[in-house]
């Protein structure tokens, strides 16, 4: 009967450790699992953050463009209405994970892009107004260009008439030429200077 008894025990203790020693293996792979599941979410999140960046700089470029197809088409109003948009964009950058070179160019353009967007914004009843602006921001937006880039198609195009021949830049979607400083007065007048 003790033999019996003894055995028993035994068979109960090694089942026992074998329980504990599965539930450690598991635990294990379980904790490993989820240093795997968090370095992949990090990396996840790294990657969100870039796209983030991207994103911001494809929406300025998209609102940019929605005022300078206004400014094509002689609207004013719908000019300032995206003017304010463009002026909502410029703040949803991540400054802090800009490199410093970005950083640098941000701190030097920014404050004067978001300047002229809020002109645009203000003055819905004098495109004049907003196209001198618009001659300024366009080449606050070419510089962010050339810095963060863009996953868009776009162009440099080039007005040699706009402010008596002194000429102006703007960014176009468009390989067709459709000035935004001179309207629907001379739509076609400027040439590609280069493909971005």
């Known amino acids: 009967m003790n033999k019996i008894l003894f055995i028993t025990l035994i068979i109960s203790l090694g089942a026992c450790q074998s329980k504990e020693t599965k539930e450690a293996e598991s635990n294990e792979q379980h ?110 937006v070419d510089d962010l260009l050339g810095v963060f880039g863009t996953s868009k198609v776009l162009y440099q195009d080039f007005c040699p008439m706009y402010e008596d021949g002194k000429g102006a830049v703007w960014i176009s979607e468009y390989k067709e030429i459709k000035n935004p400083y001179l309207g629907t007065k001379m739509l076609t007048c400027g040439s590609i200077k280069k493909e971005l």
Do not use: C, P
């Open 31 to 140: 904790h490993d699992a989820s240093a795997t599941n968090s370095e992949t979410m990090d990396v996840k999140a790294e990657t969100k953050a870039g796209n983030t960046q991207e994103d911001a700089m494809d929406n300025l470029i998209t609102e940019y463009l929605n005022l300078k197809n206004a400014l094509t088409a002689d609207n004013a109003k719908d000019a300032a209405r995206f003017g304010e948009k463009v002026v909502s964009e410029i703040s949803e950058f991540d400054v802090d994970s800009f490199t410093s070179e970005q950083k640098k160019i941000y701190d030097e353009v920014m404050d004067d892009a978001l300047e002229q967007a809020e002109h645009i914004a203000d003055n819905a009843n004098n495109i004049a107004h907003q196209r001198e602006h618009f001659a300024m921001l366009s080449r606050d």
